[in-house]
């Protein structure tokens, strides 16, 4: 199932990789709907959502939130690309995580030495709308997102914002797999744990504390990382 999934998907990016590259969609122009989208390709939301990650993760569109998908200004001229490689999907998400543990700590020590009063409020949004997909039976990655966008953005330091707009839902591992399963236990479960990993991560922020900041994003990404790993052995 795993692999009639991908390749659907790369259909998808291939086909809208075409359309990019002859025009049809043009830079800055949006992107059909998801909607629209299921309905051309005949696949499901989950398929469509792993191709725009895709599409996104090479640099050639950009989702701007409540508004819609929008072609990148230079979408085959990007300096950075990161793909999805040619390993399985595991190994692929531990290497990302490897990758978000090289910044994400550093950007929580900075959001704590920096953070202002309203991207606090950001971050506590985020953290009860995770709590309310998380009752819904949804799967939270957009919320779960913007808690890390939020930190990013506590930074002050706009690169550390582009990056991670760049990188989006690339780098959510359970966008890709079933990391619930993985860990052995129930979704929601699964998600509250990563939840109140965020609030540990929170509070150190909100108490201006860099180093516990650090410690708390460190902890939460190794845990992500080590339970990929283990399910890699099994």
């Known amino acids: 199932m795993r692999n009639r999934r991908d390749s659907l998907s790369q259909r998808i990016v291939e086909a809208v990789q075409d359309r990019i590259r002859d025009g049809s969609y043009g830079p800055g122009q949006k992107l059909p709907t998801e909607h629209e989208l299921i309905g051309e390709f005949g696949v499901s939301r989950t398929v469509i959502r792993e191709a725009i990650a895709n599409l ?19 979408p085959f001229a990007q300096p950075f690309v990161l793909a999805a490689g040619n390993g399985d999907a595991v190994h692929e998400a ?3 995580l490897e990758l978000r543990i ?4 550093e950007t929580a020590g900075l959001a704590a030495a920096r953070r202002t009063p309203e991207i606090l409020v950001t971050m506590r949004e985020a953290l009860k709308r995770m709590d309310e997909a998380i009752e819904a039976g949804d799967d ?12 990013a953005a506590a930074t002050e330091n706009y690169h550390f914002v582009n990056l991670f707009n760049y990188l989006g839902e690339f780098l959510m591992p359970r966008s890709r797999l079933n990391t619930s399963l993985i860990a052995h236990e129930s979704r929601k479960d699964y998600l509250r744990h990563i939840n109140d990993e965020h609030q540990r991560v929170f509070d150190a922020i909100a108490a201006g504390d860099s180093e516990a900041a650090r410690g708390a994003m460190r902890l939460h990404l190794m845990g992500s990382k080590e339970r990929l790993r283990a399910s890699a052995s099994e």
């Not at 996104?56 to 230079?74: I, K």
Request: aromatic content about 6%; overall charge negative.
């Open 56 to 74: 996104r993760a090479n640099g050639l569109v950009t989702p701007r939130q409540g508004v819609g998908v929008f072609v990148t200004d230079q």
């Open 94 to 96: 531990v290497a990302v």
């Open 102 to 105: 090289a910044l994400e700590v």
């Open 140 to 151: 939270a990655i957009e919320a779960d997102l913007a808690f890390h966008r939020a930190i």
